[in-house]
């Protein structure tokens, strides 16, 4: 007889079992989208988790050729994987922003839902983000937003390979990097050629090749006039197969159930969007919402470490009382529940300012900078958080039947995508020093908090000082980006409590993240810290 062995999690609902989530979605202006949000996580801590497992246990497989030796190019995902896909669509992870664009609050809502799906299995992100993120780049090409965006937006998942014309949904990748260059998009070498009838003529390689199943990708490549984005579908307007060829799927870390290539391009039909020469500045509001995306995906990750270990330490005794009850195993829990927390309160409130901008300068210049912020440090914090949650669990954290080493091989993912950590540091320095607007808006922000706690006070005046100092402030720059995230997760925890927030979480985080009464490992909060309230708000099952 088996005794004091945890069952796995039972079923939830991601949504209603989520305390800060919902705090969050108010606080930002979308809860006119709980019941849409509460119908995915009803899927998405249920029957999508089965899904993920099988779909991970299952990874994708390239077929270049058919059966008489035509090339085929194809990938064939587990059925599982295309249930997590149509779930995703169903419920608006690529769209459900833009079908809502008119609503304040849209972009809030979908980051919730994504950072729902997430937890079930990351493996949708990158085809759901880049579809998502697609729609601003393509506005520069009207004919092409005209045909495309309505089946990017769709709720409809349609994984044939066919031409698009014939599809009610599509999906869309990107095709940036190169070997030699990788970040450095400028030294791609793919060419694009200018034929008579507008289109282009694609030739060169890509060495990330993201999620090569999708209807297109939106592929840089060297034009006559400099680099430019091209729309480059997987079948020509003929209806013949485009010349987009796989040369082989990366065989990665984590991220199992979905898959990346490398491919080649052999007079690949292309059609320009935005200018010549623009390729950088026609993409970049797509990098910024995917970056985001990253934002939301680690966040999530940290949501399901956290709840699979709460769930654990509840459910086994270890000398003489439940784990849970432990004082040392207390203090862990707790940590790990304020850092994710807080993980969630900043993604949600970058989420607002990406929404606000279309119509508010102020929050666009804060979304400019603040998701790099964001994104360097919440995607940073994501390994070493699943890695604490992972040891609650003990050996059975480290087995494959947990779904802890799938998030612990997921979790150095969107640290590395759209652009690593010294990336964002460099994306933030520049920002503050070519766009005062930035900066403006960004410390406007941190002033929002001033008053409401000493250390957050403290903090925010070494960061203007840390600022002024231009001598060695490439050398520093990720000291100072780490203290700003610090002080934007602060911001938001301190400014909710006006609306009903908890004063005693906002107050732990300051002091245990700004006060130094913080070890560098989590676990190290001090004896004020509300444990108790911090693992009840963060446990799934009372």
């Known amino acids: 007889m088996v005794e004091n062995q945890p069952s796995s999690l039972s079923a939830y609902n991601g949504w209603s079992s989520d305390t800060a989530l919902r705090e969050a979605v108010a606080r930002e202006g979308a809860s006119w989208a709980s019941g849409a949000i509460d119908a995915y996580g009803a899927l998405t801590g249920g029957e999508l988790v089965a899904e993920g497992f099988a779909a991970n246990e299952n990874k994708p497989r390239l077929k270049t050729f058919d059966r008489y030796g035509r090339r085929t190019d194809e990938v064939e995902f587990h059925p599982s994987y295309h249930r997590l896909m149509e779930a995703a669509m169903r419920h608006g992870v690529n769209g459900f922003a833009w079908r809502n664009q008119n609503r304040v609050g849209a972009h809030v ?12 299995d990351a493996g949708i992100c990158c085809p759901m ?7 601003p780049a393509l506005r520069h090409a009207p004919g092409l937003a005209e045909k495309w965006i309505p089946k990017l937006i769709s709720q409809h998942y349609d994984p044939r390979s066919i031409p698009m014309e014939e599809k009610s949904g599509c999906t869309i990748g990107m095709g940036m990097t190169e070997k030699q ?3 450095d998009v400028r030294a791609n070498t793919t060419r694009a050629t200018r034929l008579a009838d507008g289109s282009y003529e694609i030739v060169g390689h890509k060495w990330f090749f993201s999620a090569p199943m999708c209807d297109a990708h939106l592929v840089l490549a060297q034009a006559e006039g400099g680099l430019s984005c091209f729309l480059v579908p997987r079948f020509r307007p003929d209806g013949s197969k485009n010349a987009v060829e796989i040369q082989r799927l990366k065989d990665k870390l984590g991220d199992w159930s979905n898959a990346s290539s490398e491919v080649e391009f052999r007079g690949a039909h292309g059609m320009p969007v935005g200018r010549e ?3 950088i500045s026609t993409i970049i509001e797509m990098v910024s919402l995917t970056r985001l995306d990253c934002m939301i995906g680690s966040s999530a990750q940290m949501r399901q470490a956290t709840i699979q270990a709460i769930h654990h330490t509840r459910n086994r005794r270890a000398f003489g009382k439940r784990l849970v009850d432990q004082p040392l195993m207390r203090n862990v829990l707790a940590d790990l529940a304020l850092e994710s927390e807080a993980a969630l309160a900043l993604t949600m409130r970058i989420a607002r300012a990406v929404d606000a901008s279309a119509k508010d300068q102020h929050e666009a210049a804060l979304a400019r900078v603040a998701t790099a912020i964001g994104k360097y440090w919440i995607c940073k914090r994501t390994p070493s958080h699943v890695n604490e ?25 969107n640290s590395i995508w759209e652009g690593s950590g010294n990336v964002q540091c460099l994306d933030v320095l520049r920002a503050l020093a070519r766009e005062p607007a930035s900066r403006d808006a960004l410390f406007s922000e941190l002033r929002s908090a001033s008053g409401l706690d000493p250390e957050y006070d403290a903090v925010l005046r070494r960061l203007v000082c840390a600022l002024d100092d231009a001598t060695t402030i490439e050398h520093r720059i990720r000291f100072v980006v780490e203290q700003l995230a610090l002080a934007l997760q602060a911001s938001v925890l301190l400014r909710a409590c006006k609306e009903g927030g908890d004063i005693e979480i906002a107050k732990a985080f300051c002091r245990s993240r700004l006060g130094g009464s913080h070890g560098i490992a989590l676990g190290t909060l001090d004896p004020e810290a509300p444990i108790g309230k911090l693992i009840d708000r963060a446990t799934v099952f009372d």
């Open 277 to 279: 020469g623009r390729g």
């Open 389 to 413: 949650a992972q040891e609650c669990l003990g050996g059975i954290g480290y087995v494959e039947e947990s779904i802890m080493p799938r998030l612990y091989r997921q979790a150095p993912l």
């Open 109 to 120: 809502a979908r980051a919730a839902i994504m950072y729902l799906g997430t937890q079930a």
């Open 129 to 135: 983000s880049m579809t998502h993120a697609a729609i």
């Open 181 to 183: 260059g990788g970040s």
